[in-house]
């Protein structure tokens, strides 16, 4: 793509300078611009093939301008991407409505920036007809539409075909039609679960050795699925940044990428961390961008491991037994066969002399350790490009050393409780998750059974289970299943009846006690049985209540993870969630019961139930029956000013709408008989029974009224 022409229009100085100064060193012929007037003037004798468009700008914003130039035959067909920040909810819609091709969420993430453009480049040169390498194509299976959307706009731009499916029936639909080049799959699907799911695609002509990447938003999801190697490739986690979504792709499809191969691919990293979750993490997570990943279970092992086959970086931990990270480091400059090897130190807890520590023992790089290992993998993708040699450690002075092992041990217990800290976070994240969602689909779905359905998929998206169901209690006192997810179709009517434990359910119910499957409040045997029909390892039964009012039970199971207390918690806070949505559907629908027979009861009364504003007299609400009666639709009374005056009949108008702006003002209800002229001409004579309104303060500010046609009948 080197020589294309692009246009920058940002009127932030270091953006525009940092993006113009990135173009160029690829080879784009750059032009820029700080508002829209500029960049209309740098048009009139430059024509870019793209246009990298802030909507943020001084005076016309870039909305404004780019419907300008989409509505202009000689600019139409550039290429314009909206620069949005994350904060502005919404930015992106409005862009591609305005007639973007696409967006780009700031911060401007530099690494992938040219890749993404030229993806954007490659795609409109295929769609032209210029003759390219096959396009890779993508079924993403996720039933959130936001999510959805995200991952399709980020692959779409890097230059990959997208398929959507919102549930397992369409992605199994799409497999059939054909087979992509990789799946990314929700864990937690509407209609089937996951796990069942990646089953029938493997099982799909053609689909033996396709790249299957599983999603969650929650860490023991994946494990589960990784423990039981149930068919996936590999596991993101979401929230899924779009730079980490295209580096995954891209190290499944490297050959199919229509960016250039990746630095890290294939570089052999060799990882050295005690914690058994932490080193799984950290191997899974340079996997997906492209690095051959060993791992040791600390400093002694990797010292073995790198003598026996020198890797290209070492990655360590600081805290590890037997040898440590200092230690490993000192060991690795030490030995002339791997002195030139980059090691980077990595450690949960922040250290004020840490450069100072990483220089004085040789180590190439300190990071403090972040979710999603960020920083390391930056700092990886610039060590193993770099042709210098690290520096050789200086001589280490013994009281120096102590005193570095010294803080280091110290901040060992503050490392521990960071840890508890972030499980804890994790834990009240989700329950967050699940508030902000319950809320979402409450306004939309005051059904209680769409809510129960929506929510139970939010709360196992969110949490360590993978099965759930909800009971809700009938007027005969027992209980009956309302809405389950996660259980084969197989065992769905054994469900209905508790697998013949009923009885635990009305237990938690009436007792409004959380109940632990297997705990000490179950015999053994029983516990045993439950688990073993339900097919779970533990259950987790939640009483749905709020006061004295007793509403059902909602049960959740794991396959594959024990109890924990901090899940104990979250299921009671969940249950309090659900439980509020069950009330607030009841009354939406009771509100809603109401509403409708209070207009069945308007409606069929021989009237006009008329209401007004008493300063303007304007109409907010008139019956049905008012068309009827007078001929004129519902909608011209209410939108017409001064209807009931215009249609007074001219004999009676003054004298009336004195008399009616006098009881008002005075604020009396009263009675006024007078004549209408009908839609047809004729004349209607009828009696107004009108009532006034007062607020809280006693000031008047409706005026309501029954209109009866009082017309003598010859």
Request: proline residues 5%.
């Amino acid at each position: 793509m080197a020589g294309e022409a692009i246009l920058i229009v940002d009127d932030n100085p270091a953006n525009l300078k940092l993006v113009r100064v990135l173009l160029t060193t690829e080879g784009y012929d750059v032009r820029t611009a700080s508002n829209a007037e500029n960049a209309l003037a740098v048009l009139e004798t430059f024509r870019p093939r793209l246009i990298l468009m802030d909507l943020q700008l001084s005076g016309a914003d870039g909305l404004e301008l780019t419907r300008q130039l989409k509505a202009d035959p000689a600019t139409r067909n550039i290429i314009i991407v909206a620069l949005t920040a994350y904060a502005m909810k919404g930015d992106e819609q409005r862009a591609l409505d305005a007639g973007c091709d696409g967006y780009i969420a700031k911060p401007i993430d530099t690494r992938t920036l040219p890749d993404v453009l030229a993806g954007y480049l490659a795609r409109t040169r295929s769609s032209a007809g210029e003759q390219g390498p096959k396009t890779p194509s993508i079924l993403i299976v996720e039933d959130n539409s936001t999510t959805r959307k995200m991952m399709r706009v980020t692959l779409e731009v890097g230059g990959y075909t997208v398929v959507e499916a919102a549930d397992a029936r369409t992605a199994l639909e799409q497999m059939q039609k054909h087979v992509p080049d990789l799946v990314l799959q929700d864990l937690l699907l509407p209609d089937m679960d996951g796990f069942d799911l990646v089953a029938k695609i493997r099982a799909l002509p053609g689909s033996a050795e396709l790249p299957i990447i599983a999603l969650s938003g929650f860490l023991p999801k994946l494990e589960e699925a990784q423990s039981l190697q149930v068919g996936f490739t590999g596991f993101l986690f979401k929230p899924v940044e779009p730079s980490r979504l295209l580096q995954t792709i891209q190290a499944y499809l490297p050959g199919m990428s229509t960016a250039p191969a990746r630095p890290s691919q294939g570089r052999r990293i060799l990882v050295a961390e005690d914690d058994p979750i932490q080193r799984k993490l950290l191997s899974f997570c340079l996997s997906q961008v492209g690095f051959q990943v060993i791992t040791a279970e600390d400093g002694a092992d990797a010292l073995e491991q790198a003598r026996r086959s020198p890797p290209d970086a070492i990655v360590s931990d600081v805290l590890m037994p037997r040898l440590d990270g200092v230690e490993l480091c000192l060991a690795v400059r030490q030995d002339p066969q791997l002195m030139h090897i980059p090691v980077v130190l990595l450690s949960a807890a922040y250290l004020e002399d840490g450069d100072r520590l990483a220089l004085d023992v040789g180590a190439t790089a300190f990071v403090h350790r972040m979710p999603g290992f960020q920083s390391l993998i930056e700092a990886l993708l610039g060590i193993v490009n770099e042709e210098t040699r690290p520096p050789a450690a200086r001589p280490l002075k013994l009281p120096e050393m102590e005193y570095n092992h010294r803080v280091i041990r110290q901040l060992e217990r503050q490392v521990a409780m960071n840890t508890g800290l972030a499980q804890a976070a994790a834990v009240q994240t989700a329950q967050l998750s699940i508030l902000t969602s319950a809320s979402e689909i409450l306004t939309k779905a005051p059904d209680v059974e769409k809510v129960l359905d929506e929510v139970l998929v939010c709360c196992l998206n969110a949490s360590a289970f993978s099965m759930g169901a909800v009971y809700l209690a009938e007027p005969d006192g027992g209980l009956s299943l309302r809405v389950h997810l996660g259980y084969p179709a197989s065992i769905a009517s054994a469900l209905a009846g508790f697998f013949g434990h009923a009885d635990l359910l009305k237990h938690a119910m009436e007792e409004g006690e959380l109940m632990g499957v297997p705990s000490s409040h179950i015999p053994e045997d029983r516990a045993g049985d439950l688990l073993r029909r339900a097919g779970a390892k533990s259950m987790l039964i939640m009483p749905l209540g709020i006061d004295d009012e007793r509403l059902g039970v909602v049960v959740m199971g794991s396959t594959h993870k024990e109890l924990e207390a901090e899940w104990v918690t979250f299921g009671k806070a969940v249950s309090s969630q659900i439980s509020q949505a069950i009330l607030l559907s009841h009354t939406v629908s009771r509100l809603a019961s109401a509403a409708q027979r209070l207009s069945d009861l308007i409606q069929g009364l021989d009237a006009i139930i008329w209401e007004a504003d008493e300063t303007t007299s304007r109409f907010s609400f008139v019956s049905q029956q008012a068309e009827e009666i007078l001929g004129y639709p519902v909608e011209r009374w209410l939108t017409e000013p001064d209807f009931l005056a215009n249609h007074i009949h001219p004999d009676d108008r003054e004298p009336i709408m004195a008399r009616y702006r006098s009881v008002i003002a005075e604020g009396r209800d009263h009675e006024l008989e007078y004549r209408m002229v009908k839609a047809d001409g004729g004349v209607v004579r009828v009696r107004d029974r009108v009532r006034v309104v007062r607020d809280a303060e006693g000031q008047v500010r409706q005026v309501r009224g029954l209109m009866v046609d009082s017309t003598p009948r010859g």
